[in-house]
Structures are given as structure tokens and as C-alpha cells.
């Protein structure tokens, strides 16, 4: 009796166990058993990158040599595409690279070195992660089911650059990590001055490069931007910035992080060509859904050739901190009482807002809306830009908007709303629109003079062109407001 | 005895109010004093373009300063230029004493101080007449009586145009006025 109740213990427990095993594997699929093939057809890929990038061979080299053959693992994503990840012998196997594998072709198509940063597997306490091998993660990335994963993962080029980072909390987007990368030639003090046997100089032109991370916060709409630090070059600047050290420590690779240009102060002191900011934060507090959308379109990292919205994220201030906030205000009337769409408040320098009124703004589409959002961040730009006694232009900000801005507003409009770009006038139109407000005003309240106004439209600048603005607000109207009826060219909010 | 009291008395009384307005005077003649030097300082080449000049350089002006109190309100003091109260801050340089002197003189000093041409020394001045400015068809620049404090070495000053508003404070430097720090801007 004994002896039959431990063999059904065991047979108990043995069953739990193998339950237990199998639940874990969760749906990934795993090909354990890696034959010599696989390292050969790794291998011979990255032959292939060396190839064509000799940049990168050294590095790609350390990685060869770094690799820990012994524990490749692999995974199915797609019925087509098989992940192959071949662990680092850094950071406790949680660098690696991966490949991706195209199993109709038989060939890897694409290649990048992943890490699973230990200190931010666990936000809290209270993580319960089911994923735990790193071909897990970055299976379930791919496929775009984090399974109630905590922690982030981060990517990196076989050629030592930065890629990206998303992530995670059970299981949801928390925040994604990119690089940007901004230039601006600069006239450096030398302090090894070339003397020919006429003429000394004292200065020298670089390219300065500016690498900033940028990470959107999915649930506040912030994004944070982090300098990191600037690079002297001659021919240009990489578009991403090197492993760090502290978070691999492979010594290969292009590390610049905070080296120095020659002779430039490294305050980045304003004056100097436009300095970069050394950390912005911009804060989404807008309630109203479609303004709020609007707002964070402006935001978005990949929108960084948007005119506008460089202003926004990478040359908005000098070098110091710098905060913009967004807040709804729907009561928003001038000091006489009028009803405005938008005002902007420096509270001091640095500390920026725009207020936005939803109740007004609604009746328009969503082009006109982004340009009254376009038009509050310049106020802020100007203000972060002239912040000495030359930057009391009080009177001058509508009037420089008009003179010198209505083509980056048009062009970024266009990019951020393609269905303008057949239709130039419109977006021009639009923008004459947006400064209006600061001409159709009883003479104490108007900020542009009828006259300064009529001669800009009246330029040749746009007829020679074939583009007729002379009644531009016939032409506005076609995509001024939220009914498609009145405005068929106009995006309405509900789209 | 009595009658020399009295003398004596009123004699006394009539001193201390001499000093007393004398003194007044003696710091109003400095205030305007101080205030000829900020807008020498503010219209001088190197910061002339601040002040919006005409393509002949002439600065227009109207007839004086305005006072904090026509935009006061009791419930929301001066909101509808949107200042605050002035709190201590280390940024702006501000400690009790200058906080308690700048919202002191918002809320109490309706003076109207006028501009006079003889101010300025190196450019063209135009200035407004009361007619052309209570004319609502008429724009122009607002200033506010700048406020001096912390014996004569800071000064703070409001411009309104239109729906905007700049101000900021300037520095006293080996008598010299200069620019220190932006305070609130606003635009809409």
C-alpha cells in the first residue's frame, strides 16, 4: 500500500513538473538544437556586413570572438522568418546578436545586436515576468506580444551604434528611445592658430554634431530629451552615436560621447550658431483628443525633418534646461475680452507654455488647428532664441512670423499633412490665415500693419511661381474648417 | 511765554513738513533722473532695435507712462495682464524686502509720469498726443511706469502692445543701467 502510494506520489509529481516545463515554453518555438550549419551560415553573413562595411570589421570581429557558440537559440516569429540569437559573453548572456532568417529563401536578411538591461527588467517589485530567456523577449517583441513583460530592450548596429530602446510594463509601451542627431557649423576658437606669413586667424570652421536621446512616455505624451553630448567632424555627422561603454564593455567602436570640439566652450554659450539644448522636456496636457493628437504629431521623434518641429524638439533653447507645456484652456480671451485660439506665457526662461483653446479651434480642420499650435511654438522659439535686451520685439513677433516664417509653417503643414502638397496655395493660404488674427484687429490690439501684410501676399515671391494669392481667403476656406462640405481639402477631426 | 511756545511750535511744524516734501521731491528728482538714464540705456545703438524705431529712427512715444492700477481688479488683481504677484526667487534675484516694495507699488502708484523730449538725447522723438491716443483707432505702445527699488540699483518695467506684454528687470552696474532678466512675456 505504501509502496503504491509513493509511486503515485512520484508519478503526481513528475507529471506536475512536466506541466510545469512545458507552460514556461509559452508559444515560442525553440530549435535547441543548433547544428554546426547555423554558426557557419552566422558566421558567413557577417563576413558578408564586414565587406560592406570595413568600418565596422574590427567591431564585427570583437563580436566573433566574443560570441558564445555554445548557447545559440532560435525562434519562430512568422511561418517565413526564424530569429537566430547568438548570446554575447558580456552582461551575463543578455547581449547578443540577433539575426533574422528568411526560411523561403534560406538566407539572413537583417542583423542587430540586442541587450535586455538587468537594472530595468524590474520597475518594481511586483514584476512577474513569464519572459526570462532573452530569444523570448525578442521573439515576443517582433511579434508585437510582450506577455506581461517588465523592462526594456535595447538595439544597436553591427556597426556600434545606437538603434533604439522600447520599454516595457506588464507587457505594455511605456516609453521608446530614439537618437537624433543635429548639425550646425560653427566658428571654433583654435587654440593652435595656423599663421601663413601674412594673415593670422584665430578661428576655424567645424561641423559640431549634437546627439540628443529622445524618448516619447506613452501614458503622460511627454518626450524627454536628453543631451548627450557633441562631436567635432569634418565631413558630417553619423546619424546615431555608439554603444556606451558602461552598458557593454567592448572597448572597439565609435565612441564620442562628450568629447570635445576644439576650442568651443563646452557651456555652448548662445551666439555661437545656435546651441543646443542639454535637456527639453515637453509636457501634453491637452484634454481635447484631436488637439492633443495634434500636438503630440509635432512631437514625434520621426517628424524631426519637420521644420516646425525641430524648432520644437532640437533647436528650441540655448543650453540650458528647458520645459514647454502644452494646457487646454477653453476660456481663453485677450485682455479686452476677445475670444483667441492660442497664447504663450514665458514664465521665465526656460519654463515655456502654450495654451490652447479647444472650444474655438474646434470649428477648424485639422490643418488649421496645427498651424495655431505651430504659431504659439514660434512664440516660444523666439523667446528662447532672444532672450537678451535685442529680444524685446514685442510688436515684431507676428510681423517675423509673416516676413520670415509663413514657408517653414507651409512646408511643415505639408509634411505633417501630405493631402496638401498637390496644392500649395491652400497651405499658403492657410498659414495667411493663422496671421490674420494679428491684422483684422482694432488698431490698439493689431500686431502686423494692412500694409506689411498685403505686401508679402502681394509678392513676387509666390506669383513667380504662378501661385495667386490675392484672394487668399477664398483659397483658405477650402481647408480652413471641420466640415468637409466647406472645406473639402481640410481634414476633419473624425478622420 | 505762551505766544513764544506757539511761535516756536509752528515754526517747528513748518520744518519738518519742508523736509518732508522737500524730500519727496528730492526722490521723485531722482526717480525721473534715473529713469532719463534706463531710456537713454534702452534707445541707444546698440539696443535701439528693441524699441521698434521708424525707418528714420524716430522713437514714438506716447505723452506718458500708464499706471499697474488701470489693469487692477479687485478679484483677480492684475490678471488680465497676466503678472503675478512677485514671490522671492533666487533666478530673479528677488528677496522680501524688493518683493514687498514692487507689489507695493503696483497696487498703490497711479501717477502718470510724463515723457518729455528732452530725455533723449541721440534720437528722434515723436510723442503722442492724449487725443491720438484715447482715439481707439489709434495703436501704440504702452509703458508702464517703470519701478525702482533696492536704492536705485534694480528697476522693473512693464511694455504692453497690443495683446502682448514683455517686462523685465534692469541692473545698476558702476552707474551704468543695463539689462539684467526677462520677467513674464506673453503673446498671443
Redesign the interface.
Known sequence: MKKSFLTSLIGVITLIILVAVSCNRKDVSNFNTVDNSTKELVLSYLNQQKILDPKASIFIDTLVSKSDWGHITQSLVSDDVKLIYVPLIYNRNRTGITFMYNNITQEIYYSLITEIPRNNTNINNKTNNTLIRPIDVITSFYKNKMNGYTGSLRAFSLSNNFLWEFGYEYGKRKFEKWIKTSSSNRTANNPFPVKSSSVSSNSNTSIVCSDYYFITWYESGKITSEYIGTTCVTEGCPATLGLRQDSLSINQGTLKINSTCGGIPEDGSPGGGGAAPEYIEITNNIKDSCLKALVTLLQNPDRLDNAIAKILLNVFGTNDKINLTFTEKNDLV???GIP?N????????GSYEVFLNSSELNQYSKERQTLTIMHEIL?NYF?ARY???????????HTNMLENYIEFMASSLEDLFPNLKSNHDVTLALCFDDLY??VD???????IDRSVFNSVINSNKYSKFGLNLSNWQGIADKAKWQSERLSPLGTACSN | MKYIFKIIFTFCLLSICHKSFSQNSKNVSREIQEIKLIFKYLTNENTSTSFNLTLDDTLTLPPYFTSYRKYYDEKTKFKSIDLPDFVRSKYFNLNKFDCEKLNSAMLKDTSRLFFHKSWFTKNKIMILSDLIINNDKNGYTEYIKPIIFRNYTRCFITILHGGDLESFFLKKRNNQWTFDKFYIRTAE
Open positions: 485677450n485682455k479686452w483667441i492660442g497664447y504663450s506665457k514665458e514664465h521665465k526662461y512664440h523667446w532672450n537678451n535686451i535685442n529680444g524685446l520685439q514685442i510688436n515684431n513677433h488674427g494679428s484687429l482694432p488698431e490698439p490690439y493689431k500686431t
